[in-house]
Nanobody
Framework: QVQLVESGGGLVQPGGSLRLSCAAS????????MGWYRQAPGKQRELVAS???????NYADFVKGRFTISRGNAKNTVYLEMNSLKPEDTAVYYC?????????WGQGTQVTVSS
């Protein structure tokens, strides 16, 4: 059974930083495409960043230069380092795994950027 458990969300001031973690079980982060989506109230879920098994990363234009996706193979965890946060980054952030065409989701973690 695959489980993706996010953590690290919270309230942060504009310009601040957060690091989200996605602890995976039942699936190896090193051999599957993993990434992050987010969903703000009243908006559709949108891709934030992804990383393939080969190490290729992809970022949404609105986070390029500010967010970094990485993985820790020993801990089987995917990370999203978020810097220079803006109020418009406020959303629920979801970890996902793409396993042979099936998308698996975590439960999400709330990120709120506000002064």
């Amino acid at each position: 059974q695959v489980q993706l458990v996010e953590s690290g969300g919270g309230l942060v001031q504009p310009g601040g930083s957060l690091r989200l973690s996605c602890a995976a079980s039942g699936i190896a982060v090193s051999t599957n495409t993993m990434g992050w989506y987010r969903q703000a109230p009243g908006k559709q879920r949108e891709l934030v960043a992804s990383k393939t098994s080969g190490g290729t990363t992809n970022y949404a234009d609105f986070v390029k230069g500010r967010f970094t996706i990485s993985r820790g193979n020993a801990k089987n965890t995917v990370y999203l380092e978020m810097n220079s946060l803006k109020p418009e980054d406020t959303a629920v952030y979801y970890c996902y795994a793409d396993r042979s065409g099936d998308t698996l989701w975590g439960q999400g973690t709330q990120v709120t950027v506000s002064s």
